[in-house]
């Protein structure tokens, strides 16, 4: 019998890429009650216990098979400013945009939308 993959310790967040733009989104509350992706990291959905997190993990897996995103995984956070941060390196540089341009990127403010894509 196969290990259950271990799931990232929570608060967690959803991160993927745009399929067709490349462009790193997360995934956040819409309308009703569902879930819709958005550019803005600040906007990122936290799953505070498992039932939350097997919700993303569904919404991502969705994703998937609309070939809407690629890479789709969950991402460990700390909360600061009241906003989610990854606690790794890779996926906080995956939030902010090119590291030799700190005035180019989402780090600038640039690339944000306030509005959820869906």
Do not use: C
């Amino acid at each position: 019998m196969a290990a259950a993959a271990k799931r990232v310790p929570l608060p967690a967040i959803l991160l993927a890429n745009d399929l067709l733009d490349g462009d790193v989104v997360f995934a956040t509350a819409g309308a009703a009650g569902t879930l819709v992706w958005t550019r803005d990291p600040a906007q990122a959905l936290v799953a505070n216990d498992d039932a939350a997190a097997d919700g993303l993990e569904a919404f991502a897996a969705a994703g998937l098979r609309g070939n809407t995103v690629v890479d789709a995984y969950l991402v460990d956070v700390a909360i600061e400013g009241g906003h989610p941060v990854p606690r790794h390196f890779r996926e906080r540089f995956k939030t902010l945009g090119p590291s030799n341009r700190p005035d180019l990127g989402k780090q600038a403010g640039e690339g944000i939308a306030s509005a959820p894509k869906g």
